[in-house]
């Protein structure tokens, strides 16, 4: 179904600003998530909205920041911040339990920077060893040793699914954020992740994923409109000798 929706988007490196102006109807409000979604997936840094243009109708409207957050809340850099530049349209979202800022640097101004590693990789043989030395340089220099077996068990089977079944380009994105190593491989490939739970032990394969669940507190998949992202959240004190 056809929307109004359109995004302006701009933003000076540190962090991207997004423009939106339309109806947030069901259809509007699904082209926004997406819109945001796979702009939060492919640009680290926050991501900050304007809301003023937007007319809200219904409930899918009022909900698709929430929504957002919801889906890109374990990503390594996934700050979403909105703005109003008219106080009649952030008292209108305040009273929808949406807090509003009233400049882009107001909104800035309660972010905590964080700094991501963010890394293309290639589809091929030596991508999972290149991501495992990018793991563990990056937990060393963030102070988080102890973090580097667990996270480079779950992004080798991270970059293998990606190389065996997806064929897509990636990109590795890791990031230190409140004590905890968070890590995403982002690829161009619309399949699921298939999570079946303990495989027989005759089983030849599909362990990959359950190594993850093994050594990762949280992980998941989230679908963009080109790809997904699987991500994963590790924490010093559930760390065990890998």
């Known amino acids: 179904m056809p929307t109004d929706v359109r995004c302006l988007v701009t933003g000076d490196g540190s962090y991207t600003l997004v423009r939106a102006t339309g109806t947030l109807d069901p259809a509007g409000a699904r082209s926004l998530r997406d819109t945001l979604l796979a702009r ?13 243009g937007l007319r809200v109708d219904g409930p899918d409207g009022w909900a698709v920041f929430a929504d957002v957050r919801t889906a890109a809340a374990e990503w390594p850099v996934s700050e979403l911040l909105l703005y109003a530049e008219t106080g009649a349209a952030a008292r209108d979202w305040a009273g929808h339990g949406v807090p509003v800022a009233r400049t882009p640097a107001e909104a800035l ?12 990789l290639e589809p091929a043989v030596g991508a999972a060893k ?10 060393l220099g963030w102070g988080v040793p102890e973090l580097a077996g667990a996270g480079c068990i779950a992004v080798t089977e991270m970059v293998n699914n990606v190389v065996t079944h997806a064929h897509t380009p990636m990109t590795l994105r890791l990031a230190v954020r409140d004590g905890a190593l968070r890590l995403a491989v982002r690829d161009w490939s619309l399949a699921r ?6 495989v027989p ?15 990762a507190r949280r992980w998941g998949d989230t679908l963009v409109p080109d790809g997904k992202v699987v991500w994963a959240v590790f924490h010093p004190e559930d760390t065990a000798e890998y």
Not at 111 to 118: G, I, K, N, Q, T
Not at 130 to 139: D, H, I, M, P
Not at 193 to 198: E, F, I, K, N, S
């Open 40 to 52: 939060r997936a492919d640009h680290p840094g926050p991501l900050v909205v304007e809301v003023s």
């Open 130 to 139: 290149q991501a495992r030395e990018l793991v563990t340089e990056a937990c």
């Open 109 to 120: 101004a309660g972010s905590v920077p964080v700094l991501p590693l963010d890394v293309p």
């Open 193 to 198: 992740t298939a999570y079946a739970g303990l």
């Open 201 to 215: 032990p005759t089983a030849t394969g599909g362990r990959g994923l359950l190594l993850i669940d093994a050594v």
